[in-house]
């Protein structure tokens, strides 16, 4: 089913206190939109964050896990640690991976089977670098993105499955895509599914827009009916403006 979904990626950003001291404003914070509320924190805050927001309308999610059910894998997480934590989402394919982790299409069609294979709901980030669009390339790119690490899967399997639109120029960079410039994208994305996948994959998936989105810009990038959402980097590690964006729907 198609969701509105707003999730927080928080990235190497907070330890213990300051998560705790983030959870507790956000959790000051009145949701006036029939959105999804998602945080991610680093893998060392899960628990305590789970534990915290046991009983909000705000669900932690992780921001990576490995492929290996378990073994030798030193510094690494598993899907079944996330598990154990209380955590049912995993965000996978964000483009800080794919860049500093060489984290490529192949290695991420196995982290999608692992984390679907136990359960989790994944979002899949992808998108284009600045050159890519320059070049007009932008839709090949995440096309062939989308194909190499998820069109192996069946049909049944997207409905575990949320997709974010993430153009690499636009995060954490102040640049944010025009709302025209998501609205076609996420059409292309659904186009995508649709040919392969039929109509129903396509209008069921939630398809979340994420580079600089702020309180400023949110509404009219939400307004587009192809934005389901966003994942959100810089404003999410403040509760009242992540909050600004949660009502923006
Ligand atoms: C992100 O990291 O997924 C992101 C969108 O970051 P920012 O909002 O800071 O651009």
């Not at 305590?48 to 669900?59: G, K, M, Y």
């Not at 989105?213 to 009219?220: I, R």
Request: charged content about 25%; proline content about 2%; overall charge negative.
């Amino acid at each position: 089913m198609r969701k509105n979904i707003v999730a927080g990626n928080w990235k190497m950003n907070n330890d213990l206190p300051l998560s705790e001291a983030l959870i507790s404003d956000l959790k000051r914070q009145t949701k006036t939109s029939n959105a999804e509320v998602m945080i991610a924190p680093t893998f060392t805050n899960l628990w305590h964050a789970f534990e915290a927001t046991r009983h909000d309308d705000i669900e932690v999610i992780a921001q990576n896990m490995h492929f290996a059910e378990n073994g030798a894998y030193t510094g690494e997480v598993s899907a079944d640690m996330l598990k154990s934590v209380g955590i049912n989402t995993v965000i996978l394919g964000h483009s800080e991976r794919r860049a500093y982790f060489n984290e490529d299409d192949a290695i991420l069609a196995k982290k999608v089977d692992q984390a679907l294979s136990k359960d989790l709901r994944v979002i899949f980030c992808f998108g284009e670098e600045l050159a890519d669009r320059k070049a007009a390339n932008h839709e090949a790119v995440v096309e062939s993105q989308i194909k190499n690490a998820l069109f192996h899967l069946d049909a049944s399997a997207f409905k575990n499955i949320v997709l974010a639109y993430e153009p690499v120029w636009a995060i954490g960079t102040g640049e944010t895509a025009s709302p025209e410039q998501a609205q076609d994208m996420h059409k292309f994305i659904r186009k995508t599914l649709q040919d392969k996948y039929g109509n129903q994959v396509a209008d069921d998936m939630t398809i979340l827009y994420g580079g600089s989105v702020k309180p400023a810009n949110a509404k009219e990038i939400f307004s587009k009916p192809d934005v389901d959402g966003g994942l959100i980097g810089g404003a999410a590690l403040k509760a009242e403006d992540f909050y600004a964006i949660v009502n923006a729907f």
